[in-house]
T-cell receptor, first 113, second 110 residues
Framework: DGGITQSPKYLFRKEGQNVTLSCEQN?????MYWYRQDPGQGLRLIYY???????QKGDIAEGYSVSREKKESFPLTVTSAQKNPTAFYLC????????????FGQGTRLTVV | GQSLEQPSEVTAVEGAIVQINCTYQ??????LSWYQQHDGGAPTFLSY????GLEETGRFSSFLSRSDSYGYLLLQELQMKDSASYFC???????????FGKGTMLLVSP
C-alpha cells in the first residue's frame, strides 16, 4: 500500500540534544513538507522541498534543518538551537501538479525534558 | 503574509447541519482546501475549491467566494465520528505550499 510513514510515533529527548525525525513516502511524490502543530496554533510550515536536493525554509525554520537526498525521504533534524521543540510534527507529501491533495503521515510527538 | 480566520470551536447535535467558515487574507490565491483531523491523528483531505461555487462530496460540501475571500465547509447529517478538528488551507499557486488556519474543533453530541 502506498503511503507516508513517520517514525517514531513518540520521541523523548534531553534538552540540548539534536534529534532527527524520519519521513518516508512511496507515493512517488515530488513535494514534501514538514509542519509543526501546537495546541490552538494549527499547522505551521517548517521546511518544504519540491524536488530532490532542493529545499526551502517555511515560516518557522529557525532551529531546524532538513535534507532531501532521495525522492522518498525527507528527514527533519530538531537542533539544540530550537528554543521550544516540544510539539507534534507532521510530514506531508504532494504530487507536484495542480490541485492535488496533501497526504500526511501519522506524526511524531516530540517531548524534550 | 497570509492569514486565515476560522472559529475555534463549533458544537452541534447528531443529525444536524453545521457550517464552518473561513476567511483569508493572502498575497495571491489559487485555491482553498479543507482537511479533517481526529485527535492525535493525521489530517486527511476533504475538499478543494479553486473556482467560485459549491463542491459536493457526499455529506460534505465546500463553498468558495473569491471576491469575498471567504469559504465554508458544510457538514450534513452529522455523526458522532465527525467530531474532529477541521482546517482550511490556502495554496498560492498550483504547486505551492499549503498555509493552514488554526482549525475549528467540532463537537457532535448525541
Amino acid at each position: 500500500d502506498g503511503g507516508i510513514t513517520q517514525s517514531p510515533k513518540y520521541l523523548f529527548r534531553k534538552e540540548g540534544q539534536n534529534v532527527t525525525l524520519s519521513c518516508e513516502q512511496n507515493l512517488n511524490h515530488d513535494a514534501m513538507y514538514w509542519y509543526r502543530q501546537d495546541p490552538g496554533q494549527g499547522l505551521r510550515l517548517i521546511y518544504y522541498s519540491q524536488i530532490v536536493n532542493d529545499f526551502q525554509k517555511g515560516d518557522i525554520a529557525e532551529g531546524y534543518s532538513v535534507s532531501r537526498e532521495k525522492k522518498e525521504s525527507f528527514p527533519l533534524t530538531v537542533t539544540s538551537a530550537q528554543k521550544n521543540p516540544t510539539a507534534f510534527y507532521l510530514c506531508a507529501s504532494r504530487a507536484r501538479k495542480e490541485n492535488t491533495e496533501a497526504f500526511f503521515g501519522q506524526g511524531t510527538r516530540l517531548t524534550v525534558v | 503574509g497570509q492569514s486565515l480566520e476560522q472559529p475555534s470551536e463549533v458544537t452541534a447535535v447528531e443529525g444536524a447541519i453545521v457550517q464552518i467558515n473561513c476567511t483569508y487574507q493572502t498575497s495571491g490565491f489559487y485555491g482553498l482546501s479543507w482537511y479533517q483531523q481526529h485527535d492525535g491523528g493525521a489530517p486527511t483531505f476533504l475538499s478543494y475549491n479553486a473556482l467560485d461555487g459549491l463542491e459536493e462530496t457526499g455529506r460534505f460540501s465546500s463553498f468558495l467566494s473569491r471576491s469575498d475571500s471567504y469559504g465554508y465547509l458544510l457538514l450534513q447529517e452529522l455523526q458522532m465520528k465527525d467530531s474532529a478538528s477541521y482546517f482550511c488551507a490556502v495554496s498560492l499557486s498550483g504547486y505551492s505550499t499549503l498555509t493552514f488556519g488554526k482549525g475549528t474543533m467540532l463537537l457532535v453530541s448525541p
